[in-house]
C-alpha cells in the first residue's frame, strides 16, 4: 500500500510541481517550545500511566473484552457510510447491534454486577457512531436495565432472549405532553382481579408514548411505564413489559398502534416512535414488581410513600444515566484528538511576508485558547467518570438518593461540554471539520440531543440544587444529614470562614499560588457554599417578604439554582482531579515525576480556566480582586501554551482504539486527498 501511494505521490508531483511544492509535509516539524518555563515535551510523558488515571475502573476483564470488541469492529459492518437514507442508516445500525449482541460480550445478568464492563463497551461503541451507541443502550441499558433492576427473581427467566435479542426491546415511559415531567404520565394499566391481568390503555392523545428508540420498526418488545389502578385507586406509576409486534411478521398486535417519529437532525440510525394501546391485556408476571405488587387482588408495597416509590424506581434506573455521560465523553475526547493531530500538521500564515515556514495551528496562541481548556477540562470530566462509575458499582442502598443526583449532575455538564467541544474542535479545523467523513461535524449533530434525553439537563440540575437546599437545611436545624453531598464543605469548615467573611484568596493568592489546584478547590468549596446561602435567602425573602409561592419563589431563582448544581459538580470535579494525582504519584505503582507534573498541568489548566468562566461571579463576591484576576487570565494563555507542548501525549492518553480513528485529517490527510483526488478527479483546481 505504502508503495502505492508513494507512486501515485510522484505522480501528482509531477502533474502539479508547484503545487505540489507548496506542501508542507505531515508532522514535519519538532514541537518548539513556546514559553520560558521548563517545559514538558512528549517525550517525557510515560502515556501508559495517563492511561491508568482516565480508565482506573478497567479491570483486567473489561481490557480482555475491549480487545474482544475491537476484533468485532474488523467486520467491514464497522466502516464509516457517510450520506446514507434514513432507512439505510436504521438497516445498517440494527445490523450492527445484532452482530454486537452475537459476540455475547455481556450479559443482562451482569448489568448491575459488572457495571464498569457495560459502561466500557457502551463508551466504546460511540466511537463508531452514536446511533449505534444509543440503539444497543436502549435495548441492553434501558429495556434490559428496566427488567434487571425493577423486576424479581421471576423475571429473570426473559435474560437470555434479551441477551440474543429474541426480545428485542424498547423503554416507553415519555409521553407526548409529559417528557420532563414524568410523574404527569397519563397512560392507565387497570388491573381485573377477573383475569389476573392488567389492561393498558392510551386515555388522551397526549397519552401516547413518544420519541421510544426502538419503537418505530424493531422493538418488539417494550417496558411501558403506566398508572397502576386497582378498583378506584391510582396507586401511581409502574412498569409492564408489553410485547408490541409479532416476532414473525413485525407487524404490530392487536390493540398496538405504532407512528414513525420520522428523519432527525442527527442519530438518524435509530428508529424513534409513538406508541397507543387500547385495551392492550398483558400477563400478572408482566408488571415488573420490585417496588409494587398486586396480591390477592389488592396493592402491596415496600413504599407506602406514591412519591418515594417513584422516585426509588428511577433512582433504580441511574446507571444509564451515568452511561450518556461517559459516552459523551467519547465523543469529546474523539473531536479533540482529530481536531489536535490536525493542528500538529496544518500550517497557516508565514512570518516576516513568506520568509519562514507557515506556523502549525497549534503554535497559533488562538488555537491553542480553544482547545487546551477543552482537553483539560476533558481530562476532568473522564477522572470524574471514573468516581461516578465506581460509586455506582459499590454504592449501597441508602445511598441510591445521592447516586442519584451525582450523576444527574454528572450528565449534564458532561453532555453540554460534549456539544461545546465538538463546536470547539469543528471550528479549529476549518473547512475540513465540515466533512463528513472527519467526523466530527456527525458527532456534533448527534450530540445535540444528549442534553435532553435521559434527564433534561435544566431539569435535572434543578433537583441537584434542591437536593443540595435540603441538606443545607437540615444541617441548620441540626438535622441528621440525607447524603453526603455537602461533607467536603463542613469537614473543611468552609461554613465558619464563610460566616466569619474571611475571604482568604483576596489575602493570600501570589505568583505561587495561580498554579495551585488546592487553592481553587478552596474558592470552588467557597462558591458552591456561597450559592447555596445565596438561594436560601432569596428564597425566604420572596416567600417571606414578598409573599410569593414557593412555586413563583424557585421559578424566579432558576439562575442561581442553576449556578449552584454546576458549582457543585466543578468543585467535585476538581477534588477527584486532585485525588486521582495523588494517587498516580504515591500510588502501588507511582507514575514517572514527568507524567505527574503533566496531570498537575493539566488539573491547573481545568480550574483555572473554571474560574475564570466564572470570574464575574468571583469578583462581584470580592473573592478576588481584578488585579489578580488579570494575573489568572495570563496565567491561563501561559499554561495552554505548555500544555500544547505536551498535547500529543495527552490525546493519546485518551486510548482511543486506532481502528475507529478513520478521519483522514487526524491521520495523513495530505496523502489521502492525494489518493482521493486521482481516483475521483475533482472538476477543476
Not at 506542501?23 to 514559553?35: A, E, I
Not at 441499558?141 to 424479581?152: D, R, V
Request: charged content about 20%; hydrophobic content about 40%; proline content about 4%.
Amino acid at each position: 500500500m505504502d508503495t502505492t501511494i508513494q507512486r501515485i505521490s510522484t505522480i501528482f508531483q509531477h502533474l502539479t510541481p508547484s503545487l505540489a511544492a507548496s506542501f508542507q509535509g505531515p508532522f514535519s516539524s519538532p514541537v518548539h517550545s513556546t514559553h520560558g518555563h521548563q517545559a514538558l515535551h512528549n517525550a517525557d510523558i510515560d502515556v501508559s500511566h495517563l492511561v491508568k488515571v482516565l480508565y482506573e475502573d478497567y479491570n483486567d476483564e473489561v481490557i480482555e473484552t475491549r480487545k474482544e470488541l475491537l476484533e468485532v469492529f474488523k467486520d467491514p459492518l464497522f466502516r464509516p457510510r457517510y450520506n446514507m437514507s434514513m432507512e439505510e442508516h436504521r438497516d445498517l445500525t440494527t445490523n450492527r447491534v445484532r452482530r454486537v449482541a452475537a459476540a455475547n460480550l455481556l450479559k443482562t445478568e451482569e448489568l448491575t454486577s459488572k457495571y464498569n464492563k457495560f459502561a466500557m463497551v457502551k463508551e466504546t461503541l460511540a466511537y463508531i457512531d452514536f446511533s449505534l451507541q444509543v440503539k444497543d443502550c436502549v435495548h441492553f441499558g434501558l429495556f434490559a436495565g428496566s427488567i434487571s433492576a425493577l423486576g424479581t427473581e421471576k423475571h429473570k427467566r426473559h435474560f437470555p432472549a434479551i441477551d440474543s435479542l429474541e426480545m428485542f426491546g424498547s423503554f416507553a415511559l415519555s409521553e407526548l405532553g409529559h417528557g420532563s415531567n414524568v410523574r404527569g404520565i397519563e397512560t392507565i394499566a387497570i388491573y381485573d382481579h377477573s383475569t389476573n391481568t392488567f389492561v393498558i390503555n392510551t386515555p388522551t392523545p397526549t397519552a401516547q408514548k413518544c420519541w421510544i428508540g426502538n419503537a418505530a420498526r424493531d422493538g418488539l418488545y417494550s417496558v411501558v411505564f403506566a398508572n397502576l389502578i386497582i378498583g378506584e385507586e391510582n396507586h401511581g406509576i409502574h412498569p409492564f413489559i408489553v410485547p408490541l409486534r409479532d416476532p414473525t411478521t413485525k407487524k404490530p398486535l392487536e390493540g398496538i398502534f405504532i407512528g414513525d417519529c420520522g428523519p432527525k437532525i442527527g442519530i438518524n440510525g435509530v428508529d424513534n416512535g409513538r406508541i397507543a394501546f387500547k385495551d392492550v391485556r398483558v400477563p400478572y408476571d408482566n408488571l415488573l414488581n420490585k417496588f409494587g405488587d398486586v396480591i390477592d387482588g389488592k396493592y402491596v408495597t415496600p413504599i407506602p410513600h406514591k412519591g418515594t416509590r417513584f422516585n426509588s424506581m428511577l433512582e433504580a434506573l441511574v446507571g444509564g444515566r451515568v452511561v450518556v455521560g461517559c459516552c459523551s465523553l467519547s465523543g469529546a475526547k474523539l473531536g479533540l484528538y482529530i481536531a489536535i493531530k490536525y493542528a500538529e500538521s496544518r500550517r497557516q500564515f508565514s512570518p516576516n511576508q513568506g520568509k519562514e515556514p507557515e506556523i502549525l495551528l497549534n503554535d497559533w496562541y488562538s488555537h491553542q485558547r480553544l482547545l487546551m481548556p477543552a482537553l483539560a477540562t476533558t481530562y476532568a470530566y473522564q477522572i470524574l467518570a471514573n468516581h461516578v462509575k465506581i460509586k455506582f458499582q459499590n454504592h449501597l442502598i441508602k445511598e441510591q438518593r445521592e447516586m442519584f443526583l451525582l450523576a444527574a449532575g454528572f450528565k449534564s455538564m458532561v453532555t453540554w461540554h460534549k456539544s461545546e467541544t465538538l463546536q470547539i474542535a469543528r471550528e479549529c479545523c476549518g473547512g475540513q471539520g465540515f466533512l463528513a467523513e472527519n467526523m466530527i461535524g456527525v458527532m456534533r449533530a448527534d450530540s445535540d440531543i444528549d442534553v435532553t434525553y435521559e434527564g433534561q439537563n435544566t431539569v435535572l440540575m434543578q433537583a441537584v440544587s434542591k437536593a443540595l437546599l435540603t441538606e443545607f437545611i437540615s444541617w441548620f436545624k441540626g438535622k441528621k444529614p440525607i447524603t453526603s453531598m455537602l461533607k467536603y464543605t463542613w469537614q473543611n469548615g468552609y461554613v465558619g470562614r464563610y460566616f466569619r467573611n474571611q475571604f482568604w484568596l483576596v489575602q493570600s493568592l501570589s505568583s505561587d499560588d495561580l498554579r495551585n489546584p488546592e487553592v481553587y478547590l478552596d474558592a470552588f468549596a467557597f462558591r458552591e457554599f456561597k450559592l447555596l446561602r445565596q438561594l436560601a435567602k432569596s428564597l425566604r425573602e420572596k416567600t417571606k417578604v414578598e409573599r410569593l409561592s414557593s412555586f413563583q419563589a424557585w421559578n424566579t431563582s432558576m439562575e442561581l439554582i442553576l449556578n449552584l448544581a454546576k458549582a457543585y459538580v466543578e468543585r467535585i470535579t476538581l477534588e477527584q482531579f486532585i485525588l486521582a494525582i495523588q494517587k498516580a504519584e504515591k500510588g502501588p505503582t507511582p507514575a514517572p515525576h514527568a507524567t505527574v507534573n503533566a496531570l498537575r498541568l493539566v488539573c491547573s489548566l481545568f480550574c483555572m480556566s473554571r474560574m475564570e468562566k466564572d470570574m464575574a461571579w468571583f469578583l462581584e463576591n470580592k473573592f478576588i480582586t481584578p488585579s489578580r484576576a488579570k494575573l489568572v487570565h495570563t496565567e491561563i494563555t501561559k499554561l495552554c501554551s505548555e500544555v500544547r507542548q505536551i498535547a500529543i501525549s495527552l490525546i493519546n492518553g485518551f486510548d482511543i482504539p486506532p481502528i475507529v480513528i478513520t478521519a483522514p485529517i487526524a491521520n495523513d490527510w495530505v496523502k489521502t486527498d492525494i489518493v482521493q483526488w486521482i481516483e475521483k478527479p475533482k472538476a477543476s483546481l
